[in-house]
């Protein structure tokens, strides 16, 4: 039943799920699908870390516009009275820090020690750099699997269904 002191928007509810479902869906499929199929396709590590990395980046932005949007939304929902999106901001706010340390802090950070690296004629693993190029990656990796379980949570709650 709706509640009939609020104002019904459902439309702008049903249009905030269909985003935030197939951005999530994008985030788990480029991160345990499509990179985990790059690294076991190519035989070359090296290609492979950098294809996934651009892969990575381009979700990486990707996932800023959208997080961005659907917090204008939320925001937009929580002051027409719909209450329950004020948790949804914070969950979309966590994302937004995961992804932009990723994409403005780690991401760069990681292509430089590889880019310095193959300047010096060899594999990033192989350089001087290859201990703090692997804490960085397991940093990103970490701020990565936040990012995912916000995501699942993000729609789980999304999904849930209001007895207000």
């Known amino acids: 039943m709706q509640n ?8 702008a ?9 197939v951005w999530v869906g994008s985030i788990l499929a480029v991160g345990y699908l499509v990179a985990p199929v790059i690294f076991s396709t190519m035989t070359d590590r090296q290609v492979a870390g950098m294809v996934a990395g651009s892969v990575f980046k381009t979700e990486a932005y990707l996932s800023i516009i959208i997080c961005i949007a659907l917090m204008v939304l939320a925001n937009l929902l929580v002051t027409r009275g719909l209450n329950q999106y004020r948790v949804i901001r914070l969950l979309l706010l966590g994302m937004l820090v995961c992804t932009a340390a990723a994409s403005f802090i780690l991401i760069p950070w990681l292509d430089t020690l590889r880019d310095q690296a193959l300047l010096e004629g060899m594999p990033v693993m192989l350089s001087p ?13 970490v701020l990565f699997l936040i ?13 849930k269904t209001h007895s207000q």
């Open 147 to 159: 990012q995912s379980a916000l995501g699942i949570y993000l729609v789980w709650r999304l999904t």
């Open 13 to 21: 509810q049903r249009l905030f799920i269909l985003i935030a479902g």
């Open 129 to 141: 750099s290859a201990e703090l190029f692997r804490t960085l990656h397991g940093v990103s990796s």
């Open 4 to 11: 009939h002191t609020a104002p019904n928007h459902t439309g």
